[in-house]
């Protein structure tokens, strides 16, 4: 005798909500399928919570048996669905667990507010939406709630809550939540009054220079209670723009095109005002300033305006953005050894190009100098001229005028040769390629005959004496002039050839100088001699 078996299934349990709150319905559905034939299972499901049973289900032709309560209480469920098997399939079993939470209060009140309010074609009204819950709590349900106008032509409102004025009338407002409706309530819409006057800048439209400091602007409407919209872009200002209530101030710190208009209560949207600030950096300044100078010389060129870049040229041309450039305090790269003209301006981003400063600086030669120095000279003088600036030309003259380019030139140290044996008077200056004419250094330089001596000297003597009177100086020319009666001599008297013998028979006293041909005259020597 053969024993057929039932063919085997499968139960699988699954919840549509889970896990759900404490008196809300919970639907469980429960998926018979055989594993190794096809075929349609019949027969019952048996739903249990733990060992309690909750339902027994047909189960339908899709393989499905379903059961939904809301009776299950806080906690959690061991729920099993177990099918009772039929002649052609075996029983099987399908669980989960269910948890169920403690249940939310429910809305029992929605207010909103303001409940009257008006306000003008365009303008806004902020309406709030309050509940209150079975639990005694209250809660914000402004940006939850459904908010609905009586008339969107005349006033709308969105989902945050936002009235604004469309057309002149009156509509009731009211929101919705969790199925509750709110209180009504009313908002009067009026039509707008004359625009708002165009709002005013001070300082006006300009050009500024500014350091750390930006242009304060001032934007003032005649408006009682006007709100100012505006925009530091040149772009017009709307309801959307930076705002601020007149008078309010504005900082300008780059090059900025100013719009704004002004809005107030009643008033409809006025017109725009416009000014443009350029912000023109500060023009730059040297160190030291033009002037002229005797040798090479550090230029610094410095400006005040932040973030400012220098701009300069050294051949005299004006700068541009193309030009050198470099940083406040800027030292102009090598120092300045020749007559050069330096112009500077300064520039930045926002930040207009200043004016452009010149400064000009002269290298001149130092003055020469003499070796040895004017004075009065016995012997012949040679004389060295020296001049500190290098690369330069000295130019001098030997007859007092004053020296040219023209004039007998040299180089440092310069001596001129041969050796003084009269009086001169040298004039010299020096220059050279870049560098500007040194002033005029004179010297003057006097050659002088030697004092005379007398041989033999003063004093007694018998018989007449044979005195010779003699110049000892090595200067071409020289000739005594002399007296024997006390007078002083000059130039004036018959000269004596050098050395000068006179005869003395009596007392006499004899005086003496020695000159010649450009040559200063000696001092005035004497000799007395008494003859017995």
């Not at 020749?338 to 190009?353: H, L």
């Not at 005028?401 to 140290?413: E, I, L, R, V």
């Not at 003084?420 to 050659?447: C, D, E, K």
Request: hydrophobic share 35%.
């Amino acid at each position: 005798m053969f024993v057929v078996m039932p063919l085997p299934t499968t139960t699988s349990l699954a919840a549509d909500v889970n896990p759900q709150f404490a008196g809300s319905p919970v639907t469980f559905t429960a998926t018979v399928v055989p594993v190794t034939q096809p075929g349609a299972p019949t027969g019952v499901v048996s739903f249990f919570d733990g060992t309690t049973l909750l339902a027994q289900v047909p189960l339908g032709g899709n393989g499905l048996a379903v059961f939904a309560t809301s009776a299950l209480a806080v906690g959690a469920h061991a729920i099993n669905a177990i099918y009772s098997g039929d002649v052609n399939f075996a029983s099987s079993t399908g669980m989960l667990t269910q948890t169920i939470n403690a249940a939310l209060p429910t809305l029992t009140l929605l207010n909103i507010s303001p409940a009257n309010s008006s306000i003008y074609v365009g303008s806004t009204q902020q309406y709030v939406a309050t509940g209150q819950f079975s639990d005694n709590s209250v809660q914000d349900l402004t940006g939850t709630a459904a908010w609905t106008s009586s008339n969107s032509g005349a006033a709308t409102i969105n989902a945050s809550g936002l009235a604004t004025g469309v057309a002149v009338g009156t509509v009731t407002i009211t929101a919705r939540f969790s199925g509750v409706s709110s209180s009504i309530a009313t908002l009067g819409v009026s039509p707008l009054g004359p625009p708002a006057p165009a709002p005013t800048f001070s300082p006006g439209s300009g050009t500024y220079s500014t350091t750390s400091t930006p242009v304060q602007v001032t934007i003032t409407d005649s408006t009682s209670g006007a709100k100012i919209y505006y925009t530091k872009d040149g772009t017009l200002p709307t309801t959307s723009s930076s705002s601020c209530m007149s008078p309010c101030g504005v900082q300008i710190s780059i090059t900025t095109t100013l719009r704004a208009m002004a809005v107030a209560t009643g008033a409809s949207q006025g017109s725009t005002t416009v000014a443009t600030y350029t912000i023109a950096a500060v023009s730059p300044t040297f160190s030291p300033g033009s002037g002229t100078f005797c040798s090479p010389t550090s230029v610094t060129i410095l400006d005040a305006t932040p973030g400012a870049t220098i701009y300069y040229t050294t051949d005299g041309s004006f700068p541009t953005t193309s030009s050198m450039s470099c940083n406040s305090p800027c030292v102009v790269p090598s120092k300045v050894s020749t007559t050069t003209t330096i112009r500077a301006m300064a520039a930045g981003t926002g930040i207009s190009q200043s004016g452009t400063v010149v400064a000009t600086y002269t290298i001149a030669a130092q003055n020469p100098t003499f070796s040895p120095a004017a004075g009065t000279y016995t012997t012949p003088t040679t004389v060295t001229i020296n001049e500190a600036t290098p690369g330069v030309t000295i130019y001098y003259t030997l007859n007092g005028g004053f020296p040219t380019t023209s004039s007998a030139n040299c180089t440092s140290p310069c001596t001129i040769l041969p050796a003084f044996t009269a009086n001169t008077t040298i004039r010299a200056m020096a220059l050279g390629p870049g560098i500007s004419q040194s002033g005029t250094s004179v010297a003057a330089y006097s050659l002088a005959a030697l004092n005379p001596t007398f041989t033999p000297g003063s004093g007694t003597y018998t018989g007449a004496q044979q005195v010779q009177i003699s110049d000892t100086s090595t200067l071409p020319g020289v000739v005594i002039y002399y007296t024997t009666n006390g007078s002083i001599p000059t130039t004036s008297l018959a000269p004596c050839a050098n050395p000068c013998t006179v005869t003395v028979a009596a007392t006499s006293t004899i005086k003496a100088i020695a000159s010649g041909p450009n040559l200063s005259q000696s001092g005035v020597v004497m000799a007395s001699y008494t003859i017995h």
